[in-house]
């Protein structure tokens, strides 16, 4: 039986690996998805810190852009994403986890656990920090094996 996250999961490893099929400026293939409150799929982003030039260019980053233009879109000034959960293929660094909480993002859905950079399991817990003015919910580990290998691949490794 497939878990609750899968579905979203595989949406954020099918953009994870068009950032690294780049034939031009491939990108370390990671891929988010934010998700409304409902569970349908806000917006979707791979890296492109290569494609762009651009070191704020992650997943995570460019898509909780996306999801608050939507919401801009719908009431202006609005970027708040409450209720709205981000799943990603890497547990996130300490940029993207600050940018989780500045969101007032509801809940965090990652794959692979980054022991080098990860910033909300690994080697901080940014977003669960109880001094800071929002907390995320924090799911790990999902299609664990699936993320990793993706980033192995990519590494040759």
Known sequence: MAGRWDDAMRLA??????AAARPTRPDVPIGAVVLDPAGQVVSV??????????PTAHAEVLALRRAAAQHRGIDEGRWRLDGHT????????????????????????FGAY??????????????????LNHRVDVRGGILETECGEALRAFFGR
Not at 13 to 18: F, G, K, P, T, V
Not at 115 to 126: E, I, N, Q, Y
């Open 45 to 54: 982003a791979a890296n492109e810190r290569e494609l762009t030039g651009d």
């Open 86 to 109: 981000l799943v990603v293929t890497l547990e996130p660094c300490t940029m993207c986890a600050g940018a989780l909480v500045l969101a007032r993002i509801e809940r965090l859905v």
């Open 114 to 131: 980054d022991p080098k950079a990860g910033a909300v399991a690994s080697l901080f817990d940014v977003v669960r920090d109880p001094r």
């Open 13 to 18: 490893l099918a953009e994870a690996a068009r």
